[in-house]
């Protein structure tokens, strides 16, 4: 496995969690990194994205001001900060490196993590 997230646990909601995907081969650097979710009985969903500058990222709507995501390719590491935790964001948090360095096209991923899971209580 090239990438691992972790940092997932159990929280209430309004709690912070940080998650972080790291590149065990050190081969991400050049590229764009997304993060996703499943939550139970559902399709996986786009969360957000970045580039692999750091330079721009985007986000699904529902996480927009409370979520971070952002990267130090000194360390291969990509961190997803979120805030204001609701209890609809329990799912297993994925991350995934594109084959791009940007965000704008289409996206193809080339490497997967295992996932790490996020539970929010009410």
């Known amino acids: 496995v090239q990438l691992q997230a972790s940092g997932g646990g159990l929280v209430q909601a309004g709690a912070s969690l940080r998650l972080s995907c790291v590149d065990s081969?050190?081969?991400?650097?050049?590229?764009?990194v997304d993060w996703f979710r499943q939550a139970p009985g559902k399709e996986r969903e786009f969360v957000a994205a970045i580039t692999w500058n750091g330079g721009a990222t985007k986000y699904e709507d529902s996480v927009k001001g409370r979520f971070t995501i952002s990267r130090d390719n000194a360390k291969n590491m990509v961190y997803l900060q979120m805030d204001s935790l609701k209890p609809e964001d329990t799912a297993v948090y994925y991350c995934?490196?594109?084959?791009?360095?940007?965000?704008?096209?289409?996206?193809?991923?080339?490497?997967w993590g295992q996932g790490t899971l996020v539970t929010v209580s009410s």
């Open positions: 995934a490196a594109r084959t791009t360095a940007n965000i704008t096209s289409r996206p193809v991923y080339k490497y």
């Open positions: 081969r050190r081969t991400f650097t050049n590229n764009a």
